[in-house]
C-alpha cells in the first residue's frame, strides 16, 4: 500500500533549526512531485513548499522561503524539509504530500498521497 512517514518533528526555540523527513513506498517515487503542507490549530492546511519530480525546480511560499529548504533523493525515496531560523508562527502539524499531476501545486486537492503528519512547535 501506499505510505508517506513524516519524521524529525519536535520541539525548538525561535531561531532553531529543525530537518525533517518524508520516507515514501507504495508506488513510483520519482513519477510524482513532492509537497509539504502545515496546519495549525483552528487554521486551514496550508501550503509550504513542493518539488519537480527531478529536484530540479521548487517552489516556497512567502512565509518561508529564504528560511526553509526541500531536497529529494529519488534513490531513497525521500524528501527533506531543512527549516532554519524558525519562529512560533512556524508551530503547526506538517505533512508530506505526492502528486502526479504536471499541474497544480498549491492546494489540497492537487495532492494524490499523504501522510500522517509530524508535529513541530516552537516556543518564544
Known amino acids: 500500500q501506499v505510505q508517506l512517514v513524516e519524521s524529525g518533528g519536535g520541539l525548538v526555540q525561535a531561531g532553531g533549526s529543525l530537518r525533517l523527513s518524508c520516507a515514501a513506498s507504495g508506488f513510483t517515487f520519482s513519477g510524482y512531485a513532492m509537497g509539504w503542507f502545515r496546519q495549525a490549530p483552528g487554521k486551514a492546511r496550508e501550503f509550504v513548499t513542493t518539488i519537480a519530480r527531478s529536484g530540479g525546480s521548487t517552489t516556497y511560499s512567502d512565509s518561508v522561503k529564504d528560511r526553509f529548504a526541500i531536497s529529494r533523493d529519488n534513490a531513497k525515496k525521500m524528501v527533506y524539509l531543512q527549516m532554519n531560523n524558525l519562529k512560533p508562527e512556524d508551530t503547526a502539524v506538517y505533512y508530506c504530500?505526492?502528486?502526479?499531476?504536471?499541474?497544480?501545486?498549491?492546494?489540497?486537492?492537487?495532492?494524490?498521497?499523504w501522510g500522517q503528519g509530524t508535529q513541530v512547535t516552537v516556543s518564544s
Open positions: 504530500a505526492a502528486r502526479r499531476a504536471y499541474i497544480g501545486t498549491y492546494y489540497e486537492r492537487d495532492y494524490d498521497y
